[in-house]
T-cell receptor
Framework: DVKVTQSSRYLVKRTGEKVFLECVQDMDHENMFWYRQDPGLGLRLIYF???????EKGDIPEGYSVSREKKERFSLILESASTNQTSMYLC???????????????FGEGSWLTVV | GQQLNQSPQSMFIQEGEDVSMNCTSSSIFNTWLWYKQDPGEGPVLLIA?????ELTSNGRLTAQFGITRKDSFLNISASIPSDVGIYFC?????????????FGKGTLLTVNP
């Protein structure tokens, strides 16, 4: 089974702190994604990466950065956390190839971040 | 970014009832995916559809890829309490950033025992 593991399930951080959310996948997937999920807004893509050291902005990249130093690991960074970044953050991964294998995205269990 | 129109937003049903939800888009998709998210967890893939007209089942779940490629529906038969959760549709186009999905906002399902 595909496993996408997020390092922290629940975090509480103070405004202005630097926050790291870590994600590891064990299926040798090329693509990795970070989403945030908020009530009434659904899943919104923050950043994604299709290869090591490669990244592209998603729909809401402001206030976030990412790092992909190894294929299996994708980190989301909040340089200076703000209260409006309180949310559930979901990491996901998939194969790069088109067709059936590439179209299916697998999610981690989520990280609940509260910024106070 | 564009989102799919998923309906209904929420449903409250009795155990044993059948459930139907759907997603529509103004754009054509080449793939439709249906996910379920349990409270406090990440979404889990239920069914993947890759061809227009395709009808696929997974236990009590059945999903179809619309002929126009602009819609998909998910049916759940004989609902049980553990069906509770949020169901998301997701669509994917070909070409360009072909690994990016567009998500619906979800259908919250509550099952009354």
């Amino acid at each position: 089974d595909v496993k996408v593991t997020q390092s922290s399930r629940y975090l509480v951080k103070r405004t202005g702190e630097k926050v790291f959310l870590e994600c590891v996948q064990d299926m040798d997937h090329e693509n990795m994604f970070w989403y945030r999920q908020d009530p009434g807004l659904g899943l919104r893509l923050i950043y994604f990466s299709y290869d090591v050291k490669m990244k592209e902005k998603g729909d809401i990249p402001e206030g976030y950065s990412v790092s992909r130093e190894k294929k299996e690991r994708f980190s989301l960074i909040l340089e200076s956390a703000s209260t409006n970044q309180t949310s559930m953050y979901l990491c996901a991964s998939s194969f790069l190839l088109t067709g059936r294998a590439g179209n299916t995205i697998y999610f981690g269990e989520g990280s609940w971040l509260t910024v106070v | 970014g564009q989102q799919l129109n998923q309906s209904p937003q929420s449903m409250f049903i009795q155990e044993g009832e059948d459930v139907s939800m759907n997603c529509t888009s103004s754009s054509i998709f080449n793939t439709w995916l249906w996910y379920k998210q349990d409270p406090g967890e990440g979404p889990v893939l239920l069914i993947a559809l890759y061809k227009a007209g395709e009808l696929t089942s997974n236990g009590r779940l059945t999903a179809q890829f619309g002929i126009t490629r602009k819609d998909s529906f998910l049916n759940i038969s004989a609902s049980i309490p553990s069906d509770v959760g949020i169901y998301f549709c997701a669509g994917q186009r070909s070409g360009g950033s072909n690994y990016k999905l567009t998500f619906g906002k979800g259908t919250l399902l509550t099952v009354n025992p």
